[in-house]
C-alpha cells in the first residue's frame, strides 16, 4: 500500500522523491475524482447548452473599482503562508508527514521566512499587475453585464461540493464513531468520512446554489449522475491504495475456477503497509526508515471491497452515460442512478468491515439502511417518470444530437 505518493514513485520507480510524501494517496485520489467529475459535467453542460435545453443568465459585473489595500493584504497573507510554510514543507518532508506533522504544521518555529516574505511580495506584485490591466480598460468604476452559461459554473460546483461533501462525510463519522475521547482527533484527521453524509450534505447545498443561479434542477439532477458515481469509484480506489481501513471482512475461501483469471489481490488481501497501522509488525518494511512508520499488515486476507466498488461504479457510470441520449424526462436518469446506487451499497455491504444496527428488527448497517431508502426513491420515481417517457417514445429525441 502507498500511504503517500512517495511510496509509489519508490515502488513503481525505484526513485526516492521526499516532496511526494506531502501528497498523501487519499487526497491524491480524491482530487483526481473532482477533477473527472468537473470534467463530465462541463461536457454533459455544454452538450445540453448546444441543443438549446440550458440557457445562461445575466449576471452584473463591477469593474474598474480601484485596488484596496484590503486587496493587497489578502494576497499577501496567502502568498506568505504558501511560502512560509509550503516551500519548508517541501525541504523538510519528514517533519510534516511524521507523527509530529500537526505541530510543526501550526508552529512558528518551522518556517522559511525569506521564501514566506517573497511569495508574498509577488502575490501582491501579481494583484496590482491584474487590476492596472482592468483599469486601463475600465478607468472608472462601473457596472457591465454579461451571460454566464451554466458550464462555466463547473468550478463553483465541484468546489462547492468538495468543501460540502467532505464537510458532510466527516461529520456523519464522527455522529456514528467517535466517543467524547476520540472527538477531536476523528474531526481533524485527515481519514476516517462516511461517504453518504458527505452525498447529502452536498445534494442540498449544490441544490440550493444551482436554484440560486436559475439552473433547473432536475436537469442538474441528471448532469451530475454519472460523474457521481465516476467520481465515487475513484474515490473508493483511494481508500485501497492507502489502505485506509475501508476493507471488506476476512477471506478465507478459496478462489472459485471460474475466476481464475483474477489477480490474488482482487480477490482476498492483507494491505500491507496500510496508512492506518492496522494488524500485524511487518518483518519487512520494504521501505527505509525515512519514509515514516507504516510497517503494518493484517493477520488475515480480506475482501478488497474498495476495488470491487471502483468495478462497479465503472460499469454503472457506463450505463448512466450511454442512457443520458435517450431519455427525454428530466430526472429520470437520476432515479435509475439512485436505484443503482442503493443496490450497490447495499450489495458490498455485505462483504465490507461496517458496525450493524437493528432496523424494524432486521440486522443492516448505517449504509444499508439509507440504500434501501435512496433505492426505493429511485425506484417510485423511474416508475413514474419512466410512463412518461413510454408516452413520448414516439416523439422526437430532443436529447439526441
Same mark, same amino acid.
Given at each position: ?31 483526481? %475524482? ?13 452538450? !445540453? ?10 449576471? *452584473? ?99 462547492? *461540493? ?6 458532510? %462525510? ?20 485527515? *481519514? ?19 436554484? !440560486? ?76 526508515? %525515512? ?77 444499508? %439502511? ?32
Amino acid at each position: 500500500m502507498y500511504p503517500n505518493l512517495r511510496y509509489a514513485f519508490y515502488d513503481i520507480f525505484g526513485i526516492d522523491l521526499p516532496m511526494l510524501g506531502l501528497v498523501q494517496s487519499y487526497g491524491f485520489f480524491l482530487a483526481l %475524482a473532482f477533477f473527472v467529475s468537473g470534467t463530465l459535467l462541463h461536457l454533459e453542460l455544454k452538450r !445540453r447548452e448546444n441543443l438549446g435545453m440550458l440557457k445562461g443568465i445575466e449576471e *452584473s459585473v463591477k469593474v474598474g473599482k480601484p485596488l484596496s489595500i484590503i486587496d493587497l493584504a489578502i494576497n499577501g497573507i496567502i502568498g506568505f503562508i504558501l511560502g512560509f510554510k509550503g516551500v519548508y514543507a517541501i525541504m523538510n518532508t519528514d517533519l510534516f508527514t511524521g507523527p509530529d506533522a500537526k505541530d510543526a504544521l501550526f508552529s512558528m518555529a518551522h518556517g522559511n521566512w525569506i521564501t514566506g516574505v517573497l511569495l508574498a511580495a509577488g502575490f501582491v506584485g501579481w494583484k496590482y499587475y491584474e487590476k492596472k490591466k482592468e483599469l486601463e480598460e475600465y478607468p472608472k468604476p462601473q457596472v457591465i453585464k454579461e451571460t454566464v452559461m451554466p458550464h462555466q459554473r463547473v468550478s463553483d460546483i465541484v468546489i462547492i *461540493s468538495a468543501v460540502s461533501g467532505i464537510f458532510g %462525510a466527516k461529520m456523519l463519522y464522527v455522529v456514528e464513531y467517535s466517543t467524547a475521547q476520540t472527538f477531536w482527533e476523528d474531526l481533524t484527521s485527515g *481519514s476516517g468520512l462516511t461517504v453518504y453524509g458527505g452525498l447529502i450534505f452536498a445534494f442540498f447545498v449544490v441544490s440550493y446554489y444551482i436554484h !440560486r443561479k436559475q439552473i433547473p434542477l432536475r436537469q442538474m439532477l441528471d448532469v451530475c449522475s454519472p460523474a457521481l458515481i465516476m467520481a465515487y469509484g475513484i474515490g473508493r480506489l483511494g481508500c485501497h491504495f492507502s489502505g485506509d481501513g475501508d476493507w471488506g471482512d476476512p477471506n478465507l475461501a478459496p478462489r472459485p475456477n471460474w475466476l481464475s483469471w483474477l489477480p490474488d489481490w482482487m480477490w482476498a488481501y492483507r494491505y500491507p503497509n496500510n496508512v492506518i497501522n492496522e494488524g500485524l509488525i511487518l518483518d519487512d518494511c520494504v521501505y527505509p526508515d %525515512a519514509f515514516g512508520d507504516y510497517c503494518h499488515v493484517l493477520a488475515q486476507a480480506v475482501y478488497p471491497t474498495a476495488v470491487w466498488e471502483f468495478l462497479m461504479g465503472s460499469v454503472i457510470f457506463l450505463i448512466l452515460w450511454s442512457l443520458r441520449k435517450r431519455i427525454k424526462i428530466h430526472g429520470l436518469l437520476f432515479s435509475v442512478y439512485l436505484m443503482f446506487n442503493g443496490i450497490e451499497r447495499f450489495m458490498i455491504e455485505v462483504i465490507r468491515v461496517n458496525d450493524n444496527y437493528t432496523v424494524l428488527g432486521i440486522r443492516m448497517t448505517q449504509s444499508q %439502511a439509507i440504500a434501501i431508502v435512496l433505492f426505493t426513491i429511485g425506484l417510485f420515481f423511474t416508475v413514474y417518470l419512466g410512463r412518461q417517457q413510454m408516452q413520448l417514445k414516439d416523439k422526437p429525441d430532443k436529447l439526441s444530437e
